[in-house]
C-alpha cells in the first residue's frame, strides 16, 4: 500500500544490487567451489534452488533468514496440485501441467550426484536435506517469484540463460493485468527499480504487471488466475481442432502438415472478441476444398478463398465452442455434489457468492437461473479456492474460477451468435 500519492514516473521501488539473490550471490558463498568444479556445470536455476535450500537448512544461522520466512511454505502451481485437482482443469491446461511435473522429477532426478558432492558441507545426509519436496519448494519460489535480469554467461554454469533474480520486498508486490509501471536494473545506480507509468492515490495497493498472460499461463507459472483478466482466453488443441471436419477429407493429414510447418497448430484460442485469427486461419485452411488447396499460401497471409470457405470456417469454430460449453458443464456437475452438501452444511457459499446474490438479486456470471431452477449453485469452486486465494475474491465473474471455462466464452458466445450467460 502507497502511504503518498503517487506520481506518474514516480519511483515505487528501488532495491539495491546487494539485497538481489542473484547466482553471483551463490558463486560468493560456500557453495561457489563445489559449483566451480562440478561437471557437466550446473543450471544457474539449480545453483538458485541449492542456495535456498542450503540457507533454509541453516535455520537460523542464515542471514537470509528474514527473507526466507516470508517466503511461502508452499505453492499452488499444478506441479504442487493433487493429480485429482489436476485432472479438473481444461485438456490443454492439463497437459502442461502434466509436462511441469515431468520437467521438475527431471530436475531433481538428475542432480542427485551434485547434491552427493555437497555431502562435505552437512552433518546430516545430503539425501534428507535436498529432498523432492525441499527441491519443489525451492523451484516454485524461483520460478513464481524471480525478476527478469539479463547476466553475462559463465563458464562454471551451463548454457541456460542466467536471467532469474530473487528480489526480495520487491516480490511481495501483486499483479494487476491493467498496471502500468517500468522495471528494470539500472546500471547507474545499480539497484532494481520499479516505476509507476500511472498516478496512484493514497492508501491504495500499489501492483505490478508480470506480463500480458492469459489464466492458463498465470495459474502454470505463479499458481494464481487474474479476475476480468483482458488477457484471458480458451485453447484449442489439435485434437479438438479437427474434432468436427469431415473425416472422409483425403487431404487432411497434408493440411495438418502444413500447419505444423508454418507454427499454426500452437497457441489457438477463443478471446473475449471469439476465435482469434490464427484459429479462424487454421480453420480456414483445414476447411479448403481439395480444388482450393493450392491457394493455402494466400490463407495464411489473411486472404479470402470463398464465401463458402468463410462460412465453413466459422461453422466449425461454432461446433468447437459449443464442444466448450458442454465440456465445462459437465465438469461443473461432477463437482456439485461436494459443493451443495458443504453449503447445506455450513449455510454459506464461498467467496462472498450469498451476500451478492441476497443484496443484488443476481448471482456472479449471470447463473441466476440455475440457481433459481435447480435449487443449487454452479459447483466445482471448492477445489480451485484451495488452489489460489484469488478465486475467493467477491464481486464480477467468477468464471475463472470454474474449471474448463473462461469468462471470453461471453465474447465468443456473442460474436458466434451465442447468447451471454
Same mark, same amino acid.
Given at each position: ?335 456439485? @455434489? #461436494? %459443493?451443495?452438501?458443504? *453449503? &447445506?452444511?455450513? /449455510? =454459506?457459499?464461498?467467496?462472498? $457468492?450469498? +451476500? !451478492? ?7 456472479? @456470471? #449471470? %447463473?441466476?437461473?440455475? *440457481? &433459481?431452477?435447480? /435449487? =443449487?449453485?454452479?459447483?466445482? $469452486?471448492? +477445489? !480451485? ?37
Amino acid at each position: 500500500m502507497s502511504k503518498t500519492s503517487l506520481r506518474e514516473g514516480q519511483m515505487i521501488i528501488s532495491l539495491p544490487e546487494s539485497c538481489l539473490l542473484t547466482t553471483d550471490t551463490v558463486l560468493r558463498s560456500y557453495l561457489g567451489a563445489y559449483i566451480a568444479k562440478w561437471q557437466p556445470p550446473p543450471s544457474p536455476v539449480l545453483a538458485l534452488c541449492t542456495f535456498l535450500v542450503s540457507e533454509k537448512h541453516a535455520g537460523d544461522r542464515s542471514p537470509w533468514k528474514p527473507y526466507l520466512e516470508v517466503l511461502p511454505k508452499a505453492y499452488t502451481c499444478p506441479v504442487c496440485l493433487e493429480p485429482e485437482v489436476v485432472n479438473l482443469l481444461p485438456r490443454p491446461l492439463k497437459a502442461k501441467a502434466r509436462e511441469q511435473r515431468t520437467h521438475v522429477q527431471e530436475f531433481v532426478s538428475s542432480s542427485r550426484d551434485f547434491f552427493s558432492s555437497l555431502q562435505p558441507l552437512f552433518s546430516e545426509a545430503v539425501e534428507s536435506i535436498f529432498s523432492y519436496s525441499a527441491l519443489l519448494w525451492a523451484w516454485c519460489t524461483v520460478n513464481t517469484r524471480a525478476v527478469y535480469m539479463e547476466r553475462a554467461p559463465r563458464q562454471c554454469f551451463s548454457a541456460e540463460p542466467d536471467t532469474c533474480v530473487l528480489a526480495p520486498f520487491l516480490d511481495l508486490l501483486n499483479h494487476s493485468p491493467d498496471a502500468q509501471v517500468k522495471a528494470a536494473f539500472n546500471e547507474e545506480t545499480r539497484c532494481y527499480e520499479i516505476r509507476t507509468a500511472v498516478s496512484c492515490g493514497k492508501h491504495q495497493e500499489v501492483l505490478i504487471c508480470y506480463g500480458p498472460h492469459d489464466n492458463h499461463r498465470l495459474l502454470l507459472e505463479y499458481g494464481f488466475v487474474s479476475v476480468r483478466n483482458p488477457h484471458a482466453c480458451v485453447y484449442v488443441s489439435k485434437d479438438i481442432l479437427v474434432k468436427y471436419l469431415p473425416s472422409t477429407d483425403k487431404r487432411m493429414n497434408q493440411k495438418i502438415s502444413i500447419l505444423e510447418d508454418h507454427d499454426f497448430i500452437e497457441n489457438l484460442t477463443f478471446g473475449w472478441d471469439g476465435p482469434s485469427w490464427r484459429l479462424l486461419t487454421a480453420l480456414k485452411l483445414l476447411c479448403l476444398e481439395a480444388e482450393e488447396l493450392t491457394c493455402w499460401k494466400k490463407v495464411l497471409i489473411g486472404e479470402i478463398i470463398s464465401d463458402t470457405n468463410e462460412k465453413a470456417s466459422l461453422d466449425i469454430a461454432q461446433k468447437i465452442c459449443h464442444y466448450f460449453i458442454k465440456e465445462s458443464k459437465a465438469v461443473l456437475q461432477k463437482n456439485i @455434489g #461436494g %459443493w451443495r452438501s458443504e *453449503v &447445506l452444511e455450513e /449455510g =454459506r457459499s464461498p467467496g462472498g $457468492w450469498q +451476500s !451478492e446474490v441476497l443484496e443484488e438479486g443476481r448471482s456472479p @456470471g #449471470g %447463473w441466476k437461473s440455475e *440457481v &433459481l431452477e435447480e /435449487g =443449487r449453485s454452479p459447483g466445482g $469452486w471448492r +477445489s !480451485e479456492i484451495k488452489v489460489s486465494a484469488e478465486l475467493a475474491s467477491s464481486g464480477g465473474s467468477r468464471a475463472e474460477s470454474v474449471p474448463g471455462l473462461s469468462p471470453c466464452f461471453c465474447g465468443c458466445w456473442q460474436s458466434l451468435g451465442f447468447p451471454g450467460l
